[in-house]
């Protein structure tokens, strides 16, 4: 069975295989977006734009701001009045302002690139045509080496710990990036952006370099990750990610939270689907979501 693996993807199944699942399996979607996450969608788009036509950025804003929100009318959201989601909107457009501020000019390449590649051990050049990499970059600049990569994260505090040596969701974007020269390429230039949506917004830059030796432990998990796949194995690893996870009724047996989250058909469905082998067998249409689409 092919599979193609996102960074989205692969985290969702390291942190909790259920929640894969019941995202990428039964494609369960909420009823409504999130606010909290909407927003931060927001600043992400806005940021971009901001920065990949910085010579034009008083005009392109606002546009890139109405564009978005047109895309996600309140009927979609979960803010609990026009009132709030006008303030969101307004809010979003002045911190996205204040983040390009403070990030300063930058030599941008590209935002939201593309890039697909086959899994390819990176030593031994063995393809595994079944596993396809798929990733989209977040901001591509020019480093002092070469390409580099930035991806955004919107964040409510100032992160704990730098933790971009460790990424595995940068060594992914360094992966595909030079892909396939792995013995030719030079270590790559990796960073998050952490936007810091406090009352005074600020930003820190949390910096690495990845390279052949990240790219081989990627693509052990990759290949890891594949076969559990394959296999069926999706099981619950609850934790402090619950608290803010669009499963969690469903997960802990909240009824009632489930069913705002998602309509009335979803515990049916989530109970027809819990064995394994009855879920593997199952065709996408029954998903009631699809359905009533």
């Known amino acids: 069975m092919p599979i193609t ?43 971009e734009s901001g920065l990949m036509y910085a010579y034009a950025i008083e005009d392109v804003l606002p546009v890139a701001s109405m564009r978005f929100w047109e895309s996600t009318p309140f009927e979609s959201c979960g803010y609990d009045s026009i009132k709030e989601y006008k303030h969101a909107q307004a809010l979003c457009l002045a911190q996205s302002q204040k983040f390009l501020e403070l990030i300063g000019p930058m030599q941008v390449m590209a935002v939201e690139k593309e890039y697909l590649a086959i899994l390819t051990d990176p030593f031994t050049g063995e393809v595994f045509d079944d596993i396809t990499i798929r990733g989209f970059l977040d901001v591509l600049f020019q480093g002092e080496s ?78 890891q990750v594949a076969e559990a796949i394959r296999l069926g194995h999706f099981w619950k690893n609850p934790g402090m990610h619950c608290g803010w996870c669009s499963f969690r009724g469903l997960c802990h047996g909240n009824n009632l939270l489930a069913i705002q989250t998602f309509g009335h058909h979803v515990i049916e469905f989530y109970q027809a689907t819990k064995d394994v082998m009855a879920y593997q067998h199952l065709h996408n249409s029954m998903n009631p979501q699809d359905q009533a689409a």
Do not use: Q
């Not at 039964?26 to 940021?47: F, M, N, S, Y």
């Open 5 to 47: 693996l996102s960074k989205t993807k692969l985290m969702a199944y390291i942190s909790c295989p259920e929640k894969f699942r019941l995202r990428y399996g039964l494609r369960l979607k909420p009823l409504k977006d999130d606010p909290a996450l909407l927003e931060g969608r927001a600043i992400h788009h806005l940021v």
């Open 146 to 223: 070469g390409p580099a990569v930035i991806d955004i994260k919107t964040v409510g505090r100032t992160p704990s710990m730098p933790i971009a040596h460790i990424s595995l969701e940068l060594a992914l974007y360094g992966y595909l990036l030079t892909y396939p020269d792995y013995w030719d390429a030079k270590p790559i230039e990796v960073a998050f952006l952490n936007l810091i949506r406090t009352k005074e917004p600020k930003i820190t830059w949390d910096k690495a370099v990845v390279d052949i030796e990240a790219f081989e432990a990627l693509v052990t998990t990759c290949r």
